[in-house]
């Protein structure tokens, strides 16, 4: 059950413009307007500001630097993308919980946001470092009416909205290698992408699109083995970040992205996608079970396979095998 206190910032926030009396809010929430005045204090001592003006009532002018459901969805300005928003101080991985929640509840656009993550994964059973409050650690609930072998560019357009927040909030220049790492021409990786997918043999049921960010760690908050190829947005701009404002802005620009791959198909993520794309038009070596050859990263294909040109310049599609960048 929701508590009084949470029923209490949600009348507030949704009254910003505008003083929501104090019988209003004894009336809506069931308390004495003494029980209000004391849940006052109580928020502005947790770092909530409120004004409350004589004879007129209470509004809320900000909200403590912390992420809780309230604090995100204050100022979010996304028209479907984190409506629900789930928040864990603690969990072994906001995917387990998103999945739960999807085979629960619908879901489209719910996200599930933690502090830290016990268990945090990554791509091909790799752990995913999240250590408390220091980057960005959510997964988002979709249920996109697309065949199941289009999911692959669910993967690259998130990589693509990633990419544009991390460029916009901080003036960095990221790059994606393929398949959806961003990472810095230090060729250090700030932030990965995992997809997972519930499908039937021609649809979609819903994916879970979990997304690392690492923010504000310090090389020394990794093991030694991860220092060499791991950054954090402060580690390359010398500076800390909001955590809160990175998550809002990297939904709303989730949200149009993905807005305008449904209304308008692949092509533009493609474009948006290379020209981010880390070593297009260079040289790398591709090493599959049977050979190891030398091609051109041309590009990347609808299905978010590799574009290779090779020496005789035939294009081919390349899904799998190591790449020596
Ligand atoms: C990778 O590069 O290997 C993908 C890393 C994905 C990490 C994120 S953090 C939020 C979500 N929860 C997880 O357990 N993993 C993803």
Redesign the pocket.
């Known amino acids: 059950m929701e508590s009084t206190r949470n029923k209490l910032i949600k009348l507030l926030a949704e009254h910003t413009e505008d003083y929501i009396s104090g019988q209003m809010l004894s009336e809506k929430l069931n308390i004495s307007r003494s029980a209000i005045w004391k849940h006052m204090k109580e928020l502005e001592r947790d770092g909530y500001q409120i004004e409350a003006k004589s004879k007129v009532g209470y509004r809320i002018i900000g909200f403590p630097e912390r992420i809780t459901e309230n604090t995100i969805q204050w100022g979010l300005k996304t028209k479907w993308l984190g409506k629900k928003v789930i928040h864990r101080e603690v969990t072994n991985?906001?995917?387990v919980v998103a999945h739960q929640e999807a085979k629960e509840n619908k879901g489209h656009g719910t996200v599930v946001i933690a502090d830290e993550?016990k268990i945090?994964?990554?791509?091909m059973s790799?752990a995913?470092h999240?250590k408390r409050g220091s980057g960005m650690?959510?997964?988002m609930i979709l249920r996109p009416e697309l065949p199941p072998y289009l999911a692959p560019q669910l993967t690259l357009l998130t990589a693509v909205a990633l990419a544009d927040t991390i460029s916009d909030m901080t003036g960095t220049e990221p790059l994606i290698k393929w398949p959806n790492?961003i990472l810095f021409a230090n060729q250090k990786k700030c932030a990965?992408?995992?997809t997972e997918m519930q499908a039937e043999q021609d649809k979609i049921q819903y994916v879970v699109i979990?997304?690392?960010l690492n923010v504000n760690q310090q090389l020394s908050d990794w093991p030694e083995e991860i220092q060499e190829r791991a950054t954090s947005l402060q580690i390359e701009t010398n500076q800390s970040w909001s955590i809160q404002s990175i998550i809002q802005e990297f939904l709303c620009t989730f949200e149009k992205t993905y807005d305008m791959y449904m209304k308008k198909g692949f092509v533009e993520i493609k474009k948006k996608w290379e020209a981010y794309g880390f070593k297009i038009g260079e040289w790398i070596t591709i090493y599959t079970l049977q050979e190891k050859k030398k091609a051109i990263f041309a590009g990347i294909a609808s299905d978010g396979a590799l574009l290779i040109r090779n020496e005789s310049g035939k294009v081919e599609r390349l899904y799998s095998g190591e790449i020596d960048w």
């Open positions: 991985s906001t995917q993550q945090g994964r990554g791509r790799r995913w999240s650690w959510l997964s790492d990965g992408i995992l979990g997304v690392g």
